[in-house]
């Protein structure tokens, strides 16, 4: 078999060559590349920003100060510092184990200087940060600032500049930089005349002993292997902003950033070692536990936005499953109540208090039992609408050739047994969670309480499985949704017209709805909220708004066997999520 010659754009290991920013610096690799200077600042701009996509270690960075130079690199044209750069972040609630946030130097917001006198080329200043680095277990992997230069070369006029981005993090030594950076006083990427290069500055660069130990790492050497790496990321991003690639989700639309990741920092040194470790379910612990737990952030911190306190609102979350996300919140002091059709065996795990708000019950809206609005007005004393409805019975695997066995369930009955939730019984305060909720994501928008559903599989009103059809847009529409900064899914997949459809019937239904790409381990990642209804639907009265949730079903094909497939999922086993 033979193989391929590699590519000349193959990077090229360059640690026993002279560096072109000088001889305190020592060149790691280098490759030929594509792009010129605009891409390369564009891609690297955002990556100091987001120094997550450099390492899954990093959580994200907070800038603490910001310093941007007009055209002569000596005169400012913007400067920004944060007004507490200096103080120790904090996280929204701690737990009592003898954990510690781990950080260094953070007083130390002072911009740092690399040695490039001895250049082969003069640069110029373009950009100075002071950002803080915040690793995703922070009392595991230190919690550093790091000083960001940018520079360009000099002249105005010139089509294509070579471009330098530097990184400094405020350590005193190579044994106190932390695992996800390479142990050097400074890394230096560079653009210069068609090829990218990364280099190393050694700490005590004025010796030449380490300079000498830079040079002779071994190929496979951690901090070998992270230049190669930010050689890689830098160069992709870069040739993606020449193709004109523009990012089509964006996170952090509702609930802001810092706010969401230092509560979910929080929840996870509280509860995820000790949920994955007594995780009794078939399905796989750390994705449903972190998934779980960075839901209960998002939603900790949208509830701090729109309430002014824990006791002004309960919440249901319809379709728990294994109901750990009713356990997170009811251990963070919120009061509410899981629902599900069947119980689950975690539901025993949890401390009794958590079990008893923990109901086995279907949910079938009142308005599929209860007489249309024009008849309760006429009548006001009838109280259902005489339905009745045909169950099958699940046969015993040892019947052989056994009749078929039915139950009969009529309105009046489900409307007074203690196994449906018609979600009239809710209290007026009531907030609905719809966490990957099957059959009932489309429904949550219709019961008449602020939401938030993250649509999972799609499903009609009636409970089968459905399509929905990808919306028909306009060419302009089609062209201000794919840039859309409004965090909305930029897709016409199933999922997507998903999204599309709850988010419509949301609307028909007067709610203002705002729509947020969760960070969570799931592509179906997508949360509509509905907090509040819009100014004309706000006071209507209560039998207006139920003629439109029954003009939602006619037009939606009606609702015709939900009661009969609600109740036939209390006699099957469980799914997995």
């Known amino acids: 078999m033979k193989h391929a010659k590699p590519s000349e754009k193959d990077p090229i290991l360059m640690n026993t060559e002279s560096s072109l920013l000088g001889g305190s610096w020592v060149p790691i690799y280098s490759s030929p590349v594509d792009f010129d200077g ?7 701009a955002n990556l100091i920003k987001e120094p997550n996509i450099n390492s899954t270690v990093i959580m994200r960075a907070d800038f603490l100060s910001e310093t941007t130079y007009e055209n002569d690199g000596e005169t400012i044209k913007s400067s920004y510092v944060h007004d507490k750069a200096d103080e120790i972040p904090e996280f929204s609630s701690t737990d009592d184990s003898d954990e510690v946030l781990l950080h260094r130097y953070l007083s130390d917001v002072s911009l740092r200087e690399v040695p490039l006198a001895d250049c082969d080329f003069p640069l110029k200043r373009k950009t100075e940060v002071v950002r803080r680095m915040i690793p995703r277990n922070p009392f ?9 230069l940018v520079m360009t070369s000099e002249g105005d006029q010139e089509k294509n500049p070579s471009v330098l981005v530097v990184y400094v993090p405020h350590l005193e030594n190579s044994e106190e930089i932390p695992f996800y950076l390479p142990p050097v006083y400074g890394v230096g990427i560079l653009l210069h005349e068609g090829s990218l290069s990364i280099h190393y500055l050694p700490f005590n660069y004025t010796n030449p002993e380490s300079i000498t130990q830079l040079r002779n790492l071994e190929n496979t050497s951690r901090p070998v292997r992270i230049a190669l790496r930010l050689l890689q990321t830098s160069s992709k991003h870069s040739l993606g902003a020449k193709d004109g690639y ?36 078939s399905t796989d612990p750390k994705k449903h536990v972190f998934e779980d737990l960075a839901i209960a952030a998002f939603l900790i911190e949208l509830w701090s936005m729109k309430y002014s306190s824990k006791d002004e609102f309960e919440y249901r979350d319809l379709g728990c499953g294994n109901g750990l996300l009713v356990y997170i919140l009811q251990m963070e002091g919120y009061k509410g109540q899981g629902i599900d059709a069947r119980a689950r065996k975690s539901w025993k795990t949890y401390p009794q208090d958590v079990q008893d708000n923990l109901l086995e019950q279907v949910v079938i809206p009142s308005i599929l039992l209860k007489p249309h609005p024009a008849v309760s007005k006429l009548a006001p004393h009838v109280r259902d609408n005489g339905r009745l409805f045909q169950v099958p019975e699940v046969s015993p695997p040892t019947a052989v050739n056994a009749v078929p066995l ?11 047994s203690t196994q449906v939730c018609t979600t009239e019984e809710f209290p007026p305060n009531t907030f609905i969670i719809g966490n990957h909720s099957d059959e009932l994501t489309c429904w949550i928008p219709l019961l008449g309480f602020p939401f938030a559903v993250i649509p999972c599989c799609s499903h009609a009103l009636s409970g089968a499985k459905k399509r929905y059809p990808a919306a028909k847009l306009s060419p302009e529409l089609k062209r201000a949704k794919t840039t859309s900064s409004k965090g909305q899914a930029q897709n016409s997949s199933t999922y997507g017209s998903l999204v599309d459809h709850v988010e419509e019937l949301s609307k028909r239904m007067g709610w203002k709805v705002e729509r947020e790409m969760l960070r969570i381990p799931s592509t179906r990642n997508a949360a509509l909220i509905g907090m509040s209804k819009l100014p004309q639907f706000s006071e209507e009265p209560i039998e207006t708004t139920q003629t439109r949730v ?24 469980p799914r997995n999520h």
């Not at 595991?140 to 960001?148: A, G, P, S, V």
């Open 38 to 44: 605009s891409h390369f600042l564009h891609a690297m």
């Open 140 to 148: 595991k992997d230190h919690i550093i600032n790091q000083t960001c």
């Open 246 to 281: 523009e990012k089509r989700v964006n996170h952090d639309v509702v609930v802001p950033k810092i706010a969401f990741q230092n509560r979910y920092i929080s929840l996870k040194k509280k509860y995820s070692s000790k949920l994955v470790n007594s995780w009794v379910e």
């Open 406 to 416: 039915v139950s009969y369930y009529s309105s009046a009955n489900l409307l007074e």
């Open 550 to 573: 029954m003009d939602i079903l006619a037009l939606e094909g009606g609702a015709e066997g939900w009661v009969e497939n609600t109740m036939a999922l209390m006699k099957k086993n």
